[in-house]
């Protein structure tokens, strides 16, 4: 097996991927050193290259050309049953996972979206920004309106933006900034079921875009093809479709709960 990229060399790895909108969120995970990677090649220039990040192990990043080296570095890694790629690759990668591990896998599209004017202005009265003073309220949270990219929900709270839905005392729903580079920010967005569907995610996401754009950074929503809730939030904010990727995922990994490499299975 390959062993993980050393932290040491993580930032020669996040310099060989540009700052784009489809590649500086794992540029960010490998320069805020909140995750892992391995490797096979200079990491300068990789011949393929995979970058986990820590809050969400089981959907892993892959790059290079060689989609059978990146099989090959699929082998190393704990807990992975989707890898996200460009979309020209993962046709054959899904064959090379096949092939090589003898699991069926499925294609889903995942969808970027860019903010380049001022977003659309959407007021709910449960919605306001978040700040250091609201962590406890984070902590109490569900685990899917918890904050990432950062090192702590604390860190989020101080260095990146957030903005929830908070109804009686609890929150409800969440629009944060999850990582960032110099040019560009991710947002991620999650409701709670009894909440969705009422403009809280809309409102969030807002007040989130308007603050990114402030500290000069370009707003980002990704998406799965399949996730048309989240897809009209995006466009009625102000987003418009930038460009695609993929998932290769793997159903019989997703129903064990991820890879695991002690086993290969």
């Known amino acids: ?5 050393e932290r040491a060399q993580e930032e020669e790895l996040a310099n060989s991927l540009p700052d784009t909108p489809t590649t500086f969120g794992p540029r960010c995970v490998l320069l805020r050193h909140i995750g892992r990677a391995w490797a096979i090649g200079p990491h300068s220039r990789p011949h393929a290259a995979i970058v986990q ?8 990043m892959a790059f290079g050309e060689e989609v059978v080296e990146i099989g090959r570095l699929l ?5 992975w049953d989707a890898v996200h790629c460009r979309e020209e690759l993962a046709e054959p990668l899904g064959r090379v996972i096949t092939r ?3 699991w069926p896998t499925r294609m889903v599209r995942d969808l970027y979206f860019t903010l380049d004017d001022p977003p659309a202005v959407f007021r709910h009265p449960a919605v306001r920004r978040l700040s250091e003073s609201d962590l406890a309220l984070i902590e109490a949270a569900p685990p899917e309106l918890g904050l990432a990219g950062f090192d702590s929900p604390l860190a989020a709270l101080s260095g990146g933006v ?11 729903g969440l629009v944060s900034m999850t990582v960032s580079s110099e040019m560009h920010a991710d947002l991620a967005a999650a409701v709670l ?5 009422r403009g ?13 754009q402030a500290r000069g950074l ?3 929503w990704s998406t799965g093809e399949e996730n048309l809730a989240s897809q009209a939030v995006a466009r009625a904010v102000g987003f418009r479709e930038h460009g695609t990727m993929a998932y290769v995922v793997v159903p019989s990994l997703q129903r064990a709960g991820g890879f695991d490499p002690t086993h290969g299975r």
């Open 200 to 212: 809280i995610a809309r409102a969030a996401a807002s007040l989130v875009a308007a603050e990114v």
């Open 53 to 60: 990040a820590a809050w969400q192990p089981r959907e892993v």
């Open 162 to 172: 957030a903005a929830g839905a908070v109804v009686e005392g609890q929150l409800v």
């Open 193 to 197: 079921e009894p909440w969705r569907r």
């Open 100 to 102: 090589e591990f003898g």
């Open 75 to 79: 082998r190393s890694v704990p807990g």
């Open 1 to 5: 097996m390959s062993r993980p990229v």
């Open 218 to 220: 370009r707003p980002v």
